[in-house]
């Protein structure tokens, strides 16, 4: 089992920023990549960012290309998503998701979200 708690949302104004925090607890020790994604109201979840285990691959979403930067604490089972310049259309509630492994099986889970609110 993993734990997930998500941390470090709010409101701020438009070209400022935020970084967010995803800290596991469990059996960490077979995370492998780690997700952001964003839910907004009336719109289907996106995936904004991705992290491997090692932290040496990262992927984002178009939208975010640029501004947003997710890194990742093995020491520290937390994974940071540094988000810049911000828009009020990345307004959204923030999930965080990790996928565990362990020989054949494979899990994921689910943090409960941090709002981020980006004024104009």
């Known amino acids: 089992q993993v734990q997930l708690v998500e941390s470090g949302g709010g409101l701020v104004q438009a070209g400022g920023s935020l970084r967010l925090s995803c800290t596991a607890s469990?059996?960490?020790?077979?995370?492998?990549?780690v997700n952001w994604y964003r839910q907004a109201p009336g719109k289907e979840r996106e995936l904004v960012a991705s992290i491997t285990r090692s932290g040496s691959t990262t992927d984002y979403a178009d939208s975010v290309k640029g501004r947003f930067t997710i890194s990742r604490d093995n020491a520290k089972s937390t994974v940071y998503l540094q988000m810049n310049s911000l828009k009020p259309e990345d307004t959204g509630v923030y999930l965080c998701?990790?996928?565990w492994g362990y020989g054949h099986e494979t899990r994921h889970y689910w943090g409960q979200g941090t709002q981020v609110t980006v004024s104009s």
């Open positions: 998701n990790v996928v």
């Open positions: 469990g059996s960490v020790f077979n995370i492998n990549d």
